[in-house]
């Protein structure tokens, strides 16, 4: 089974930082659309950030933009959400999602809705002080 799995979630302070990551299982990044949503107790799921399935679009909600960085390592087969200047916020359950980018049109930043196919189980970030 196609799936994709994150970590790096945890408890840290306003301000601080932490780094999270996705790996998929049976399956390589390459040429996947990725990205990461977040959803917070009581609140609709947010698409957070994504990338192109070339790497080179990417798209920030306006709530992260300057704070947050997604990124992927094709080498190592992982993607990457860097958070800094962490705010109570952005405390939720983080899920990395993936789909393959056939269509230009339809991938991060295109023209038509993307899909995503796979999506993880979630890890908690919890900022709080």
């Known amino acids: 089974q196609l799936q994709v799995a994150e970590s790096g979630g945890g408890l840290v302070q306003p301000g601080g930082s932490l780094r999270l990551s996705c790996a998929p299982s049976r399956f390589t990044f390459d040429g996947y659309a990725i990205g990461w949503f977040r959803q917070a107790p009581g609140k609709e799921s947010e698409e957070v950030s994504c990338?192109?399935?070339?790497?080179?679009?990417?798209n920030y909600a306006h709530s992260v933009k300057g704070r947050f960085t997604i990124s992927r390592d094709n080498a190592k087969n992982t993607v990457y959400l860097q958070m800094n200047s962490l705010k109570p916020a952005d405390t939720a359950l983080y899920f990395c999602?993936?789909?393959?980018?056939?269509?230009?049109?339809?991938?991060?930043?295109?023209?038509?809705?993307?899909?995503?196919?796979?999506w993880g189980q979630g890890t908690q970030v919890t900022v709080s002080s």
């Open positions: 999602v993936a789909s393959l980018a056939l269509d230009p049109k339809r991938d991060c930043g295109g023209s038509l809705p993307l899909a995503w196919h796979y």
């Open positions: 990338m192109s399935g070339s790497g080179g679009r990417t």
